[in-house]
């Protein structure tokens, strides 16, 4: 029973806590996150790692307890209790390591919850998409000096445009007759944009963009903000990798400024919204500007453009392959989902000017 494994794997990490009953966190499309409640508060977040997906279970830890501890040096003037709500503060097993391994042959790890704090799936409020900004600018600025070769590639060519395209294409050759048809409009609007889809792969594979530590899944609901909307943390640290800045401040965006959901069917709803772009361009340059280099200023537009398509390709690959990756709720929601991506990157190239008028408003 879940439950009684749920106490178990809690009670083999090191806390003072008393389990008193759990709720799931059914936000993410790879791992399992529960909040367990305790008799006395801190509450905590236990996370069993999807080990398909995260193949180094031991590298990905290290890698979010090196950020965390990076992050709480440079905010070391902070007190202890402000520096708990600002970053991720790992618990270790009462062996002193980092994960639990349990006897099914699955990971957890556990951290401590941050309280009064929320998140959005969505984005209603200009106010959240400038406080997202300066959250995740923040964090890129506080990790700009943070040597990304110390950090593992937790899933190589994550964010790798080739390497996507090379999946996708490999889908094809496996994927159903029906699916094949399903998916016709958006397999052709993926061939469409090939080219200019590898532009910043091009930038990044000939070093013209320099790799720094990024976090690959800046996606709002990966922020916390306190009860008056105001950034506190940045969470998910599973992807911390080296990587381009493009993708962070992207993904990010394609979050924020989708007017839908990301798996919304009706696409007449999925629009982009540019008052919400404005606000998060400007929260972001307000806490990294300064540290960015002409072309990585000059790419960032590109940079968002690139995420949306490479979920949505990424979206679409999986439904050709017959959902192996993402969770999925229904049949063909893996399809719905790039199809939501697709026409979110269609009205995003309708607002081009707009977009880039903007940037350089706020350089
Ligand atoms: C996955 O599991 P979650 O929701 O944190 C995915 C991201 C996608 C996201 C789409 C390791 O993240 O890349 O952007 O779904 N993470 C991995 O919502 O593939
Ligand atoms: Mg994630």
């Given at each position: 029973m879940?439950?009684e494994?749920l106490?178990y794997?809690?009670?083999?990490?090191?806390?003072?806590g008393t389990f008193?009953s759990y709720?799931?966190?059914?936000?993410?499309y790879?791992n399992d996150?529960?909040?367990?409640?305790?008799k006395?508060k801190?509450y905590?977040v236990l996370?069993r790692?999807?080990?398909?997906?995260?193949?180094?279970?031991?590298?990905?830890?290290?890698?979010?307890?090196?950020v965390?501890?990076?992050?709480?040096e440079?905010?070391?003037?902070l007190?202890?209790?402000?520096?708990?709500?600002r970053?991720?503060?790992?618990v270790?097993?009462n062996k002193g390591?980092p994960y639990?391994?349990?006897?099914?042959g699955?990971?957890?790890?556990?951290?401590?919850y941050?309280?009064?704090s929320?998140?959005?799936?969505?984005?209603t409020?200009?106010?959240?998409?400038y406080?997202?900004?300066?959250?995740f600018?923040?964090?890129?600025?506080?990790?700009?000096d943070?040597?990304?070769?110390?950090l593992?590639e937790i899933?190589?060519?994550?964010h790798?445009?080739?390497f996507?395209f090379?999946?996708f294409?490999a889908a094809?050759?496996?994927?159903?007759?029906?699916r094949?048809i399903?998916?016709?409009?958006?397999?052709?609007?993926v061939?469409?944009l090939?080219?200019?889809?590898h532009i910043l792969q091009?930038?990044?594979?000939t070093?013209?963009?320099?790799?720094?530590?990024?976090?690959?899944?800046?996606k709002?609901?990966n922020?916390?903000?306190?009860?008056n909307?105001?950034?506190?943390c940045?969470?998910?640290?599973?992807?911390v990798?080296?990587g381009?800045?493009?993708?962070?401040?992207?993904?990010?965006i394609?979050t924020i400024?989708?007017?839908?959901?990301?798996?919304?069917?009706?696409?007449?709803?999925?629009?982009?919204?540019?008052?919400?772009?404005e606000a998060?361009?400007k929260g972001?340059?307000e806490?990294l500007?300064d540290?960015?280099?002409?072309?990585?200023l000059?790419?960032l537009?590109?940079?968002?453009?690139?995420?949306?398509?490479?979920?949505g390709?990424r979206?679409?690959?999986?439904?050709?392959?017959?959902?192996?990756?993402?969770?999925i709720?229904?049949?063909?929601?893996?399809?719905?989902?790039?199809?939501n991506?697709?026409k979110?990157?269609?009205?995003f190239?309708?607002k081009?000017?707009e977009i880039q008028?903007?940037m350089k408003?706020?350089q």
């Amino acid at each position: 029973m879940l439950l009684e494994k749920l106490k178990y794997i809690f009670n083999k990490f090191n806390h003072q806590g008393t389990f008193d009953s759990y709720k799931e966190l059914a936000s993410g499309y790879i791992n399992d996150t529960y909040l367990i409640e305790t008799k006395k508060k801190p509450y905590f977040v236990l996370q069993r790692i999807n080990h398909d997906v995260f193949k180094d279970v031991s590298g990905l830890i290290e890698n979010k307890v090196n950020v965390s501890r990076h992050l709480q040096e440079k905010l070391a003037n902070l007190s202890e209790e402000e520096l708990k709500k600002r970053v991720l503060t790992f618990v270790e097993t009462n062996k002193g390591e980092p994960y639990y391994k349990d006897n099914d042959g699955d990971y957890w790890n556990m951290m401590h919850y941050i309280h009064d704090s929320i998140t959005y799936d969505m984005v209603t409020n200009k106010e959240v998409a400038y406080e997202g900004g300066k959250l995740f600018g923040e964090f890129l600025n506080l990790t700009s000096d943070f040597n990304p070769n110390n950090l593992t590639e937790i899933i190589p060519k994550f964010h790798d445009m080739s390497f996507r395209f090379s999946q996708f294409k490999a889908a094809m050759k496996v994927a159903p007759e029906k699916r094949l048809i399903q998916a016709k409009e958006s397999i052709e609007f993926v061939e469409n944009l090939k080219e200019e889809m590898h532009i910043l792969q091009n930038l990044k594979d000939t070093g013209a963009i320099k790799l720094r530590v990024t976090h690959n899944d800046t996606k709002i609901s990966n922020a916390l903000f306190d009860l008056n909307n105001k950034g506190l943390c940045v969470i998910d640290t599973d992807t911390v990798m080296p990587g381009i800045i493009h993708y962070d401040f992207g993904d990010a965006i394609r979050t924020i400024c989708n007017t839908a959901s990301e798996d919304e069917k009706d696409l007449a709803l999925v629009k982009f919204n540019i008052e919400y772009y404005e606000a998060y361009v400007k929260g972001f340059l307000e806490r990294l500007g300064d540290s960015l280099t002409p072309i990585e200023l000059e790419y960032l537009p590109l940079g968002a453009k690139s995420i949306i398509f490479i979920m949505g390709l990424r979206f679409l690959t999986d439904f050709l392959n017959g959902d192996t990756y993402y969770k999925i709720e229904y049949t063909d929601h893996n399809l719905d989902r790039a199809k939501n991506q697709f026409k979110l990157v269609e009205s995003f190239s309708d607002k081009w000017d707009e977009i880039q008028e903007i940037m350089k408003k706020y350089q």
